[in-house]
Antibody, heavy 119, light 108 residues
Framework: EVQLLESGGGLVQPGGSLRLSCAAS????????MHWVRQAPGKGLQWVSV????????FYADSVKGRFTISRDNSKNTLYLQMNSLRAEDTALYFC????????????WGQGTLVTVSS | EIVLTQSPGTLSLSPGERATLSCRAS???????LAWYQQKPGQAPRLLIY???SRATGIPDRFSGSGSGTDFTLTISRLEPEDFAVYYC?????????FGQGTKLEIK
């Protein structure tokens, strides 16, 4: 059974940093690109970032480019999102997602970890 | 960046009726790389359709997707009580992989 378990969320002050993790199990992690998607309270979904299977290719939403860094450790089956210079508008539930067999869309999702940016 | 506009914002229908949800892109979506997701309160999204028209594993055949280029449609042929939720389209043909703003399907 595929499982994605996010962690690392919490309350942080504006300008602060946080690192999210997504522990994957039930599939061969290194065979799949991985995504981060976020959802502000009461709002819609926003795609944040994607990383290739090997980690050598990454893409970001314009709103986080230069502040967030996606990475992965295939030996630990773990995806990361380093978030710096956090703003109030980064407050959201952060999901990691995996395309599974669908090659690009997001078939498997975690339950999310909540990030709150507030003073 | 490809902007996806979903319509209507809210759709009020009764169980047994047919639902038609629209997703229009600001530019052509390459390879018809367009997905539809369903999200219920307190839950992660669930993939319904990928590649514009392919149903994901385990999705009932009352859900169907169609379209290409800039115009895409999700159709639910006969609404079941569990289908009332928020639906999002998403393009993954070019980065950034944008989502639409969502359509809320509510019980009339």
């Amino acid at each position: 059974e595929v499982q994605l378990l996010e962690s690392g969320g919490g309350l942080v002050q504006p300008g602060g940093s946080l690192r999210l993790s997504c522990a994957a199990s039930g599939f061969t992690f290194s065979n799949y690109a991985m995504h981060w998607v976020r959802q502000a309270p009461g709002k819609g979904l926003q795609w944040v970032s994607v990383i290739s299977r090997s980690g050598d290719s990454t893409f970001y939403a314009d709103s986080v480019k230069g502040r967030f860094t996606i990475s992965r450790d295939n030996s630990k089956n773990t995806l990361y999102l380093q978030m710096n210079s956090l703003r109030a508008e980064d407050t959201a539930l952060y999901f990691c997602a995996n395309p599974g067999y669908t090659s690009g869309s997001m078939y498997y999702w975690g339950q999310g970890t909540l990030v709150t940016v507030s003073s | 960046e490809i902007v996806l506009t979903q319509s209507p914002g809210t759709l009020s229908l009764s169980p047994g009726e047919r639902a038609t949800l629209s997703c229009r892109a600001s530019q052509s979506v390459g390879g018809s790389y367009l997905a539809w997701y369903q999200q219920k309160p307190g839950q992660a999204p669930r993939l319904l359709i990928y590649g514009a028209s392919s149903r994901a594993t385990g999705i009932p055949d009352r859900f169907s997707g169609s379209g290409s280029g800039t115009d895409f449609t999700l159709t639910i042929s006969r609404l079941e009580p569990e289908d009332f939720a928020v639906y999002y389209c998403q393009q993954y043909g070019s980065s950034p992989y944008t989502f639409g703003q969502g359509t809320k399907l509510e019980i009339k």
